[in-house]
């Protein structure tokens, strides 16, 4: 859990924007724009895969959530979790299975997919529109498929702080700011923003990339070993 509260990461963006007050509560429907480019920033931090085309991938352990939904006979689907990013697994509890993901068009290619003489327990699934598809269609009522999956962190309020590890709270202050100058057109500013969240976010990527290391596979002698050679 991140130590800023979403009141204080709006002060620090606010002070990086020279402690200017307007944007607090803007125009006629009082728009909190610091409020807004924080939650921004922080949503985009968790679910990006290439932060500012740096293609550093985090996949951070406290999103990887999971939930269950039970079929219904005749129905080909159960409904997407609402806080769903990308579905990991869908896995037939009742049966203790686990299903086949499969293309969207594959399935549509199913010509027993509305034909209620081929229901049965599903082997597969695949999504669309805001819902999972199985196939074959669920033929039981009341079957539990638990779905394992990324979750999108819900916004900041008051005195809430971020899901993820206070390493990241610097990061999410300086995105937000980024956030900031570029919607003020201040574009030199945005560009300096820029290079400094890369260079925070290339120092963070480290904590990752040792547990990585931890593997065995990064322990084994290369190639080049020769046993009983003494290397000096």
Same mark, same amino acid.
């Given at each position: 859990?991140?130590?800023?509260t *979403?009141?204080?990461?709006k002060e620090?963006?606010?002070?990086?924007h020279g402690?200017?007050? $307007?944007?607090?509560?803007w125009?006629?429907?009082?728009i909190d724009? %610091?409020?807004?480019?924080?939650? @921004? +920033? %922080?949503?985009?931090l968790?679910? @990006? =895969? =290439?932060?500012?085309g740096?293609?550093?991938?985090? =996949?951070?352990?406290e /999103?990887?959530t @999971?939930?269950?939904a039970?079929t219904t $006979?005749g129905?080909?689907?159960?409904? &997407?979790?609402?806080d769903?990013?990308a579905v990991?697994?869908? *896995?037939?509890?009742? #049966? =203790?299975?686990?299903l &086949?993901?499969i293309?969207w068009?594959?399935? /549509?290619?199913?010509? $027993?997919?509305?034909? !209620?003489? !081929?229901?049965?327990d599903?082997t597969e699934?695949t999504? +669309?529109s805001? *819902?999972?598809?199985?196939?074959?269609?669920?033929?039981?009522?009341?079957d539990?498929l638990?779905?394992?999956?990324?979750?999108?962190?819900?916004?900041?309020?008051?005195?809430?702080?971020t899901?993820i590890?206070?390493e990241w709270?610097? /990061?999410?202050?300086?995105?937000?700011? %980024?956030?900031g100058?570029?919607?003020?057109? $201040?574009?030199? +500013?945005?560009?300096a923003?820029?290079?400094e969240?890369?260079?925070? /976010?290339a120092?963070l990527?480290g904590? *990752?990339?040792?547990?990585?290391? !931890? @593997? +065995?596979? #990064?322990?084994?002698p290369g190639p080049?070993?020769i046993p009983g050679?003494?290397w000096?």
């Open positions: 859990m991140g130590d800023l *979403y009141t204080e990461f620090a963006v606010k002070l990086r402690g200017r007050t $307007d944007m607090d509560s125009g006629t429907s009082a724009y %610091y409020g807004q480019w924080v939650n @921004s +920033a %922080y949503r985009q968790c679910v @990006s =895969n =290439n932060l500012f740096t293609k550093y991938r985090v =996949n951070f352990r /999103l990887e @999971s939930t269950t039970t $006979d129905t080909a689907y159960v409904a &997407d979790p609402s769903v990013v990991r697994t869908v *896995y037939d509890t009742t #049966n =203790n299975r686990e &086949d993901q293309p068009k594959k399935y /549509l290619g199913y010509t $027993d997919r509305t034909t !209620s003489a !081929s229901e049965g599903a699934w999504r +669309a805001g *819902y999972i598809y199985l196939h074959p269609t669920p033929g039981t009522t009341g539990t638990t779905i394992y999956y990324k979750k999108r962190p819900a916004s900041l309020t008051g005195s809430t702080s899901v590890g206070s709270d610097d /990061l999410i202050v300086a995105l937000a700011a %980024y956030k100058f570029r919607f003020l057109g $201040d574009l030199e +500013a945005a560009k923003t820029r290079e969240c890369i260079e925070i /976010l120092g990527m904590i *990752y990339n040792d547990e990585e290391k !931890s @593997s +065995a596979q #990064n322990w084994q080049g070993y050679r003494s000096r």
